[in-house]
């Protein structure tokens, strides 16, 4: 563990695309243990591009990245491998394979545990199916483990997202957009289960969100990015007007797309539209 009891310790973060865009400006954020952290900010904000330097999806240009003790940014190819086995991820998109099954998909949050011509064979131990299962009930779709992705809503199609997340048996689930192409009843079953998930597996969630009324309600705490900085970081408690606008700068919070105003901001589908969301609401 790190200091302090963190999980996650980043450290002057830096990200500079091609084309000289600084997506991240020396960010550092602690996420302990089991907490539920959520990062919001307007589009563009560098959010996306945090997560994915955790795990190193992005290579940081500067900064430091200590999960569970290990330095990220230093690791070889291996080591990666491995330390990244303890970290899943979730998508806006779901990124399932939609021709597989809910359990297959599942399965293949294993991969990471696996060679590449067990994992290519589909090779899983009975103990991995059965930690299959028991994630799939996790996210109550025990019912739909035989069922093609491609036939469920998109509140289901992200709980298989997440099952697969959890059975990687993680410690940190980084969260992108999770909910940006849900609808409102979906989007709060889905943050149920992430919250249940920190609260009664102890694995930490760092989650992206344009939702700032879900972000209050849910987080344990809130970290604002604008243009590449932390410019808030403080409980749900301590998010008012003023920060909404330092987080969100300029922009007309009411001519967002969703076109809901503080305290009770909802940018639902201010990134990805409405793709993928259930057209009965049933998540
Ligand atoms: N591959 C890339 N090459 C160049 N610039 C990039 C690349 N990816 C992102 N950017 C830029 O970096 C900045 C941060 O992007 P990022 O996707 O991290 O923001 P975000 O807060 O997640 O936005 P959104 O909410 O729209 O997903 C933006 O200016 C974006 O245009």
């Known amino acids: 563990m790190t ?10 973060l830096t990200k500079c695309y091609k084309g000289d865009v600084k997506a991240l400006d020396n960010v550092s954020i602690d996420v302990r243990r089991g907490e539920f952290v959520t990062i919001i900010g307007a589009s563009g904000a560098g959010k996306s591009t945090l997560l994915r330097c955790i795990n190193r ?8 990245v200590a999960f569970d003790g290990r ?45 590449t011509l067990a994992g290519a064979l589909g090779l899983y131990s009975e103990d991995e199916k059965a ?45 992108d957009e999770p909910i940006a192409s849900l609808d409102p009843k979906s989007s709060r079953t889905v943050m149920e289960r992430l919250r249940w998930v920190a609260d009664e597996l102890n694995i930490a969630c760092l989650v992206n969100l344009h ?20 410019v808030f970081e403080g409980t749900p408690d301590e998010v008012n007007e003023e920060v909404v606008h330092e987080v969100y700068g300029d922009i007309d919070i009411e001519g967002l797309p969703g076109d809901r105003m503080v305290p009770t901001i909802v940018q639902a589908d201010v990134a990805g ?3 993928g969301a259930s057209s009965t609401g049933v998540a």
Do not use: W
Request: contains cysteine; glycine residues 10%.
């Open 57 to 64: 999806l992005i290579e940081p240009t500067t900064g430091t």
């Open 211 to 230: 939702q700032v009324d879900f972000a209050l309600e849910f987080s344990d705490r809130i970290i604002g990015l604008a243009k590449g900085k932390k």
């Open 131 to 175: 930690l299959a299962f028991k994630v799939l009930d996790q996210v109550g779709l025990s019912d739909f483990a035989y069922t093609r992705t491609d036939q469920l809503s998109g509140g289901q199609k992200q709980r298989v997202g997440i099952a697969r997340a959890l059975v990687q048996e993680p410690l940190l689930m980084l969260c």
């Open 3 to 12: 200091d302090k009891g963190n999980l996650l310790e980043v450290r002057g």
């Open 273 to 275: 539209g409405t793709a």
């Open 71 to 115: 330095e990220m940014t230093t690791l070889g190819k291996h080591d990666l491998r491995l330390a990244r086995q303890r970290i899943s991820m979730i998508f806006q998109h779901y990124n399932l394979v939609y021709r597989m099954t809910a359990i297959e998909n599942v399965l293949h949050g294993r991969l990471g545990y696996k060679s």
